[in-house]
């Protein structure tokens, strides 16, 4: 693995917490604000690996006229093998997984599963281990690593992960809970792996409500829908805050810090209401 240097102050292991969802409809600008955060987290933090899934490539290719800056570095890959090879080499750049989608025009082959954005998770949560690890021995050069060792208190470079549409992830779906109890142990975890999420979904209904719960802000986009808004007001969003959701313009959010989401689970039902 190609290491960014180890030289600056960086985040400490357990105490670089960032689950950030945006929520919203199409062409809000939900996109644009992950990328503006990933650019400000990767410079707060020193540099950070940064990683993510988009379908179709639909990333920004730059920052919005109010912030400027230089063009975002993305690399996209059409496989895993091919992102961890183009992390490696270039650690600093943007490495997100975007398989072809059939209807684009690609050679797709019918034969081979495309990775999912299940499968970019499973691997940031290797890289996790692996620059832990690196981190750990590096502050305890004399000690033998195990799997259980204490973080506490080590510094390590983090990983921003970006799931560009949160539907691409299968076990957030809030049917087969059995089988994706992973997902939640990943996102109950993600601060002791030293990840951050930049998560976006046009409707919170179609996936895991425990998401939204965990998350540290949840960034409300122009929201069409009466239901959804009932839902938010459910979740404990002050008239204030539905006034702001209801009137605001194209790429303007309001930030939600303390929802109430299990009001919002029951009684939304789970489900996306017609
Ligand atoms: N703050 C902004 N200022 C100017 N233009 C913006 C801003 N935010 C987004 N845009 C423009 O609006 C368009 C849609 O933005 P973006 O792709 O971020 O939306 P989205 O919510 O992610 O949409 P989708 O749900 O389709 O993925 C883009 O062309 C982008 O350049
Ligand atoms: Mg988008």
Known sequence: ??????????????????????????????????????????????????????????????????????????TYHTSLDKLERGLRRHPGRWHILSPPLAGDGHKVDPTRKPETADDLLHFAMRLSTGIRRKAWETANPFRRWKPNVSYHGIECVPIIVIIDEGIAIDAASTTKKEANKWFLSFIYSIRHLHIAMLYAIQNSNARSWQILEQSTVIKVFAIHHEWALNALRAAGATEEQLEGIKTQGKYKFVPLTALDVKTLEVKSEDKVPE
């Not at 933090?45 to 800056?69: F, M, N």
């Open 1 to 74: 693995m190609g290491l960014l240097s180890p030289e600056p102050e960086r985040p400490i292991i357990g105490e670089w917490n960032h689950l950030e969802a945006s929520v919203g409809a199409r062409g809000m600008g939900k996109s644009t604000e992950q990328c503006v955060r990933a650019r400000q987290l990767q410079t707060e933090a020193h540099g950070a690996y940064v990683i993510g899934h988009s379908l179709g490539a639909r990333l920004p290719t730059k920052p919005p006229p109010g912030v400027g800056g230089p063009e975002y570095p993305i």
